[in-house]
């Protein structure tokens, strides 16, 4: 049910605490999800103390991270307790920068019917599917920063006896 996972990832302490215990790294970077239905996520990172580089812009492995998050948040809302469980694996992953990301950097995936529909295909075939997942990240002036593709690959897990 990709609402109760939604709704869990929209709210402030439960996002933060899962952050903390399973991405720490995303934690302490500033990762945060702005807006997360069941087609689109928003995600952004700061530039700050902990994301920037030497070149004073944001580290490409933070710009990284926050697209990849738009992305796998879509993912786990469709697998999220679904029967056969879904395995989900980035195989592929490619990136395009564009301009300095000196502020805040917007990251948005609208992939996420494509993504779903992929999940499905996996569960009523029982091999694995793969999904190649966009997202692009704007600063606050819209001006693109950099955009992000990811493929996902999706497997039913098998169920041991």
Not at 41 to 52: H, L, M, Q, S
Not at 72 to 86: R, S, V
Not at 125 to 132: A, E, H, Q, V
Request: hydrophobic share 40%.
């Amino acid at each position: 049910m990709p609402n109760f996972f939604l709704h869990i990832v929209q709210h402030p302490f439960k996002y933060r605490f899962f952050l903390f215990t399973r991405l720490p790294a995303a934690y302490f970077s500033g990762i945060r999800v702005r807006y997360a239905d069941e087609s689109k996520a928003i995600v952004t990172v700061p530039y700050k103390w902990f994301t920037k580089n030497p070149f004073k812009s944001t580290y490409f492995a933070c710009l990284s991270m926050a697209a990849e998050m738009s992305t796998g948040l879509l993912a786990m809302a469709h697998t999220y307790n679904k029967e056969p469980q879904i395995s989900m694996l980035v195989i592929k992953s490619e990136g395009n920068f564009f301009k300095k990301a000196t502020g805040i950097t917007t990251f948005t995936c609208e992939d996420g019917n494509s993504i779903e529909h992929a999940i499905k295909e996996a569960m009523s075939s029982g091999k694995s599917t793969s999904i190649d997942a966009r997202s692009v990240g704007k600063n606050i002036n819209e001006e693109v920063i950099a955009e992000f593709s990811f493929t996902w690959s999706f497997k039913t897990k098998s169920s041991r006896a």
